[in-house]
């Protein structure tokens, strides 16, 4: 049975720490909710920048798993964005000589999908009072598209900043970790 290290299990417990305390905010602070769920992305984000996959998906779960005790049904939006999606978008970026960006590119599309389909239809997390913003569409349906188009660009430009923070990050906590036994 292979063994954690210390450095690695201190870095999953650190990034879960951030994205458990983000995560929380979140619920108490609505008006901060995606700003905190920048901030628990990059907690989970924070093992992944030494490659430790199995130490971030254990923090994911223990963020979920605690989270879920404080903010119930809104912990949705950093369970599928924030924790999941990091970790497979970084292992994507990560493995991008084995997987096409194109194939790349019509997963996290279709996966944005999927996430719109959860939060807009099934849950009351995201709602949208298009009549306050003076804006009508001549059906649900066309409503439900346009909506789902736009949320998909928004998620593929976050998907740009994920990558972009993530490569940012890499030879920052390279430098903080090195002098850890």
């Given at each position: 049975?292979?063994?954690?290290?210390?450095?690695?299990?201190?870095?999953?417990?650190?990034?879960?720490?951030?994205?458990?305390?983000?995560?929380?905010?979140?619920?108490?602070?609505?008006?901060?909710?995606?700003?905190?769920?920048?901030?628990?992305?990059?907690?989970?984000?924070?093992?992944?920048?030494?490659?430790?996959?199995?130490?971030?998906?254990?923090?994911?779960?223990?963020?979920?798993?605690?989270?879920?005790?404080?903010?119930?049904?809104?912990?949705?939006?950093?369970?599928?964005?924030?924790?999941?999606?990091?970790?497979?978008?970084?292992?994507?970026?990560?493995?991008?000589?084995k997987?096409?960006?194109?194939?790349?590119?019509?997963?996290?599309?279709?996966?944005?999908?999927?996430?719109?389909l959860?939060?807009?239809?099934?849950?009351?997390?995201?709602?949208?009072?298009?009549?306050?913003?003076?804006?009508?569409?001549?059906?649900?349906?066309?409503?439900?598209?346009?909506?789902?188009?736009?949320?998909?660009?928004?998620?593929?430009?976050?998907?740009?900043?994920?990558?972009?923070?993530?490569?940012?990050?890499?030879?920052i906590?390279?430098?903080?970790?090195?002098?850890?036994?």
């Amino acid at each position: 049975m292979q063994r954690f290290s210390a450095k690695k299990i201190a870095l999953a417990g650190i990034g879960a720490a951030i994205a458990l305390g983000a995560v929380i905010a979140s619920f108490y602070v609505p008006n901060l909710s995606l700003t905190f769920n920048i901030v628990a992305a990059v907690g989970i984000m924070l093992p992944l920048t030494m490659k430790y996959y199995r130490e971030a998906i254990l923090a994911y779960v223990a963020v979920c798993a605690l989270g879920a005790i404080f903010a119930n049904i809104h912990i949705l939006s950093f369970v599928l964005i924030g924790g999941a999606y990091t970790i497979a978008a970084i292992a994507m970026h990560n493995n991008k000589d084995k997987l096409k960006p194109v194939f790349a590119y019509l997963i996290k599309i279709a996966y944005s999908c999927f996430v719109f389909l959860v939060v807009y239809q099934l849950t009351d997390i995201l709602f949208v009072d298009l009549e306050a913003l003076n804006i009508t569409f001549s059906s649900d349906a066309v409503a439900y598209i346009v909506l789902n188009i736009c949320f998909t660009v928004l998620f593929i430009l976050y998907d740009l900043l994920l990558r972009w923070g993530y490569d940012y990050a890499i030879p920052i906590v390279e430098k903080i970790t090195r002098n850890m036994h």
